[in-house]
């Protein structure tokens, strides 16, 4: 079996709050509370979860964007928590990221072709101005934009082609991996097909594999070859996205599926409402985060011991007491 | 109205134009609008950004800054009572006591430094004659209702000290404490997780069961529609194409752009299907500032012939309560 291209171990990424007069840490937030996964060369790894379920800040941890507290990430047999300077530099060269919002993630005073060029700029990856124009010319057409828009400005574009142009920043290195942030969320879903259907052209065109994080089952469904589901800081289930969604395991999964509102008003499905609120992860509650709100749960079981995430069948992993 | 025939509608809108005054010209954000909601009845507005559906619901409680905003042409009937010539002073008392509304983000839309108590009995004191402390047992009644724990404790709470989802159900206590006839709600939902919306919808289904108003449920999310309304109006850059019950609406879209829209979701309830390339709509909405002539949809549509840009298609009923505006049926 191929070594996957990125093998998360662990992660721990605890964020302190400051307070009192003197500033100090004096409470921390458990954004990401021993998170592991892998993704193969060529898939995509959608990460599912509501608010606060500390999906982004995962991504951004396998990024070394924020420093994680504890844990390791592999990434081509090197591991990415210990690198530094020169080897780290090289490393965004491999890894991408693209961001949910392309209004605030473009520099609205540079303009398109600067904004794509400059990774090839600091990357050297372009022997002469001549080279640098024609490569990001190249890069805006990949993305279905043109030559013309070289030279205007990110306001003067629609949020569906500045996402194409913040898709295009990210591939003017040719990366191996991209964090796709909510890359359609913010998007009108005439234009959000359009730009799922281009970061699937560019996957099978360059052999990309994806890290897509998104709070929209139906999207993450449809563009995921398997699917992590976090809850508070952990990931409660993971498995091949169309088993997840046929045969879903944990009672989270089931609830936040029978939750999302559906395009076929005569479909009758079975309803599970979960009750209340997603718990304040600075005081997380004990065992299984999930306890407060489940159905079927069995105290104290749930309430004291945390359930580790166990294989229950090829590729389907379920962190549950009761399941699996 | 003891006069009135049973058949009136409790609103009635018919071409509605509200046009905004901007430097770079007129943008006709609301350009023609019909609807019509019936008492009792749960009324879908779906559309993208910038379609006027927003606009549409603000223009009825003349919620519209004015200028730059201007209601060109049209009329806005309240049970059969013209709103548009309403001064501020009438409108005031049909805002809440008649008519509710809720918006996307609760927390905009709360004053951060009264309790919410405070607020909600500001809302019932200006349309009924209560005490203050009657106003405020009226308060913690309607927290009850909306299911917000300990309703006598937190209705001295400040907006912050409730998450999301509480600071709609606060919303929507408001917009409900003087008992409407017609609750707007601006997407209530969109900026909550899908847990907590599906609370909100169910809310709001039994909000409306017990009160018997009438709801008109404004949102971009066709999932939403399906599953909580029986009538859907589809607006495109400022105009209705289509309007149809919910079943009929999805059993046989009939509007280019309504087929698009719907095909271009991605469909968790198919997933165990073989997955298909989503059928994106190509091309962007167009400006407002300076419409196409014709159909506005014609420059993305599949099925446009050179007449569709020659003029506007107007709203025809193709069968009993389906309507469409496309030259091709």
């Not at chain 1, 800081?233 to 997840?244: P, Q, T, Y």
């Not at chain 1, 409402?273 to 709100?293: A, D, K, M, S, Y």
Request: hydrophobic share 40%; charged share 25%; glycine share 8%.
């Amino acid at each position: 079996m191929p070594q996957p291209l990125l093998q998360v171990k662990d992660l721990v990424k605890n964020f302190g709050l400051k307070g009192g007069i003197l500033g100090r840490t004096v409470s921390e937030v458990h954004a990401v509370d021993e998170v592991s996964f892998y993704l193969n060369v060529g898939e995509t790894l959608g990460l599912v979860g509501e608010s606060g379920s500390g999906k982004s800040t995962t991504g951004r941890c396998v990024l070394r964007l924020i420093e994680p507290t504890a844990g390791e990430i592999w990434f081509e047999g090197k591991n990415v928590t210990e690198l530094s300077g020169k080897e780290l530099a090289a490393l965004r060269r491999d890894m991408q990221i693209i961001f949910q919002d392309p209004y605030a993630s473009l520099n609205p005073r540079m303009t398109v072709g600067a904004i794509i060029g400059e990774a090839l700029v600091i990357h050297n990856l372009a022997k002469n101005r001549r080279e640098l124009h024609d490569r990001v010319v190249e890069l805006l057409e990949t993305v279905g934009l043109g030559a013309d828009h070289m030279r205007r400005y990110p306001h003067e574009f629609s949020g569906g082609q500045r996402q194409r142009i913040g898709i295009a920043r990210a591939l003017a290195v040719s990366p191996k991996l991209i964090v796709c942030d909510e890359p359609v969320s913010a998007l009108d879903v005439s234009i959000q097909a359009q730009v799922i259907n281009l970061l699937e052209d560019l996957q099978e065109q360059f052999d990309l594999t994806y890290l897509f994080i998104a709070h929209d089952l139906s999207v993450v469904e449809h563009i995921s070859t398997r699917v992590a589901v976090m809850y508070l800081g952990r990931i409660v289930e993971i498995a091949s996205a169309r088993d997840l969604y046929a045969r879903p395991l944990h009672p989270y999964t089931e609830a936040l599926l029978s939750a999302v509102p559906i395009p076929a008003p005569r479909a009758k499905r079975e309803r599970i409402r979960l009750q209340g609120e997603v718990p304040n992860p600075i005081h997380p509650p004990t065992g299984c985060h999930f306890h407060t709100r489940c159905p079927i749960r069995q105290l104290p079981l749930c309430s004291t011991e945390k359930p580790e995430l166990r294989k229950t069948a090829e590729g389907h992993s379920v962190a549950c007491h009761l399941r699996g | 109205m003891a006069g009135e025939p049973m058949t009136e509608p409790l609103l009635a809108i018919h071409s509605l134009k509200t046009h905004f005054r901007t430097d770079d010209g007129m943008v006709r954000a609301v350009d023609g609008v019909d609807l019509t909601i019936e008492r009792g009845e749960a009324l879908g507005v779906v559309g993208e950004s910038g379609c006027g559906k927003s606009v549409t619901a603000l223009t009825v409680l003349k919620l519209i800054q004015m200028p730059p905003g201007r209601i060109v042409d049209g009329q806005i009937l309240w049970q059969g009572r013209d709103l548009v010539s309403l001064d501020m002073g009438e409108m005031r008392k049909i805002r809440s006591k008649e008519i509710g509304i809720i918006f996307q983000e609760p927390m905009t839309s709360l004053n951060p430094v009264y309790t919410v108590g405070e607020q909600i009995a500001e809302v019932v004191r200006q349309h009924e004659p209560l005490t203050r402390r009657e106003a405020m047992d009226k308060a913690v009644e309607m927290l009850r209702l909306v299911h917000i724990p300990t309703p006598e404790r937190r209705v001295h709470d400040y907006p912050h000290q409730f998450s999301g989802g509480m600071r709609q159900r606060v919303m929507i206590a408001m917009a409900l404490s003087c008992n409407p006839q017609l609750l707007i709600a601006d997407e209530p939902t969109t900026a909550l997780d899908v847990t907590i919306q599906a609370q909100i919808l169910d809310l709001l289904e039994e909000m409306k069961e017990r009160f018997g108003m009438a709801i008109m449920l404004i949102t971009h999310d066709m999932g939403v529609i399906a599953e909580s309304v029986q009538r859907v109006v589809v607006m495109y850059a400022g105009r209705v194409v289509e309007e149809a019950s919910v079943d009929q609406l999805f059993d046989r879209p009939l509007h280019p752009y309504t087929q698009g829209l719907i095909r271009s979701i991605p469909r968790i309830d198919l997933a165990a299907e073989k997955k298909s390339r989503l059928e994106a709509i190509a091309g962007v909405v167009p400006s407002l500032l300076d419409p196409p002539a014709g159909c506005r949809f014609a420059e993305r549509c599949a099925f446009a012939t050179p007449e569709c840009t020659n003029a506007m298609p107007e709203l025809r009923e193709i069968e009993p309560g389906h309507r469409v505006a496309c030259i091709q049926y």
